[in-house]
């Protein structure tokens, strides 16, 4: 008969600085301020409590970007995480500028698989193990290698890379065999259909019991369970937190019993913090002053529900800098977009929360074959099957339909016509894109130099934004049918 312990583990992950309460229905939802109060509410209520968050606290808010992830970590400071993991967008603001961010955090941070290459050496602890009630419980952060694409233009992207992941876990579970691990918990930001694949390669023997992740903002029902492994996320934000309440059998070091659930932040249930509130007020203040002049209004809110599909705010984006570049084709990547809903009147402010990563915009040109091939590509197998891949919102006259059962498209047109294998025509990438071509679109960026060289649009997208919407006094965009999936396969 096994010695069972009880184990509170609360878990959230893409924050990205969702600092905010919205109302919703009459009432307050999300923020960290309601979301502290129900950590401490748990914290209180129960014995063994532990709060996790799996990557990306940073980015997404006027707060976090003015003050370069600062702000975010004296607030995840008052938070009080037990344990956290990076993700991709805490690189954000350059690798020198993450590590110092480190530094000013008061909870552990924990990363096993991304390394120095000269001398080799991991650039974070790779894993902490925390007590409660005695209990051993280790945890070991893993990330997605797509964390490099966001470092092309860091200096020190050279001498850093990504090594796998099964195998980082395998060399930690080894190297603490003889020690009386009861629970193994990885803190993973790489997506969920990866956080499957992963689970699959694990040796059993490691005694990975549990995977937290992050990074696809995926919202389950209850936990996948792969080669006895159980993997949950929370999808993103502050609006829920993951509650798992688990009964760990300490003799088999596993599992003995679970319930888990997304737990609502609202303020029907969750006190406030004052304390975590004041703080978010005072970095509001300021930016507020700065950051509050409003740009343009609309006919109504307009919406980004997906990265997926169609979207008016990302019709509005394309064809504003469609407009303004003089491209055949702009693309827009619809992970840039960071808010499902824009008001009515939108302010500078909130432009910042909505495409808070500002780029540089390049001309490259293509021949029509080439640019089916780019856009077969991000319809690729991955995509379709849930990856979190990238996906692209295209200006007005573009019209594209997607058929699943032939990987192919039935229509693809430009301006009404056919577009033309052999016709060169001008594409307009964000930087990332363009610096990444090979893995946003399948083939080296190099076949297309033969069609004329690249050329710089733009320094700055958000400069082209604010001026086109300040410009106006009234703007629209609607879903035209430009993107479609042919579901009937």
């Known amino acids: 008969m096994g010695k069972y312990k009880k184990l509170t583990l609360l878990h959230s992950n893409d924050l990205h600085g969702d600092f905010l309460a919205e109302t919703l229905d009459m009432a307050l939802l999300g923020g960290i301020s309601m979301l502290s109060g129900y ?14 968050i799996a990557g990306d606290m940073l980015q997404g808010s006027v707060i976090d970007s003015e003050f370069k992830g600062i702000s975010t970590i004296e607030i995840m400071n008052l938070l ?23 530094r000013c955090a008061k909870f552990p941070i924990v990363n096993a698989n991304l390394f120095i290459k000269n001398p080799y050496t991991r ?49 930690i579970c080894n190297a603490y065999r003889n020690t009386d691990i009861d629970f193994t918990i990885l803190l993973t930001h790489i997506g969920f259909e990866k956080d499957k694949q992963l689970a699959a390669l694990l040796d059993p023997d490691w005694g990975v019991d549990l995977i937290i992740g992050g990074h696809s903002h995926t919202i389950l029902e209850k936990p996948e369970k792969i080669n006895d492994i159980l993997i949950v996320q929370a999808g993103d934000g502050t609006s829920q937190v993951g509650r798992f309440d688990l009964v760990i059998d300490t003799d088999e070091n596993a599992v003995h019993s679970y319930e888990w659930k997304l737990i609502p932040i609202k303020s029907t249930h969750c006190p406030r913090d004052e304390q975590i509130e004041q703080t978010i007020m005072r970095y509001k203040q300021e930016t507020d002053k700065k950051y509050n002049r409003v740009l343009c209004r609309f006919p109504h809110a307009l919406t ?19 407009n303004d570049f003089g491209v055949d084709v702009m693309l827009v990547g619809s992970g840039s977009i960071r808010k ?36 077969r590509y991000v319809f690729r197998d991955e995509m379709l099957a849930g990856y979190h891949t990238e996906f692209y919102q295209v200006s007005r006259g573009l019209r594209m339909v997607f058929d699943r059962q032939t990987g192919n498209f039935s229509v693809f047109t430009l301006e009404q016509q056919p577009i033309q294998d052999k016709r060169i025509y001008t594409v307009g990438l964000q930087g990332y894109h363009y610096e990444n071509f090979a893995d946003c679109f399948g083939f080296p960026v190099e076949e297309v130099y033969q069609n004329g060289k690249s050329r710089m649009l733009t320094t700055s997208l958000l400069d082209v934004l604010v001026e086109r919407l300040s410009a106006a006094c009234m703007m629209n965009a609607q879903i035209e049918g430009r993107i479609l999936l042919d579901r009937r396969s």
Request: charged content about 25%.
């Open 340 to 375: 499902t809903t824009v008001s009515s009147m939108i302010t500078l402010g909130e432009l910042l929360e909505i495409f808070p990563y500002d780029d540089k915009a390049v001309q490259v040109s293509v021949t029509g074959r080439q640019l089916k091939r780019m856009l």
């Open 304 to 322: 980004h529900p997906g990265r997926y599909q169609e979207t008016e705010m990302g019709n509005l984006f394309a064809d504003i800098l469609k």
């Open 123 to 171: 650039l974070f602890r790779p894993h902490k193990i925390l007590k409660a009630d005695g209990m051993n419980i280790m945890f070991i952060g893993i990330i997605t290698d797509e964390i490099l694409m966001g470092m092309k233009k860091d200096m020190l992207r050279s001498f850093v890379d990504v090594e796998d992941a099964a195998r980082e876990v395998g060399h």
């Open 39 to 52: 950590i401490n509410k748990v914290r209180s209520e129960e014995k063994n409590v532990l709060y996790c």
């Open 80 to 102: 009080a995480p037990d344990i956290a993991s990076i993700g991709n967008h805490e690189i954000d603001y350059g690798l020198a500028h993450l590590l110092f961010l480190e």
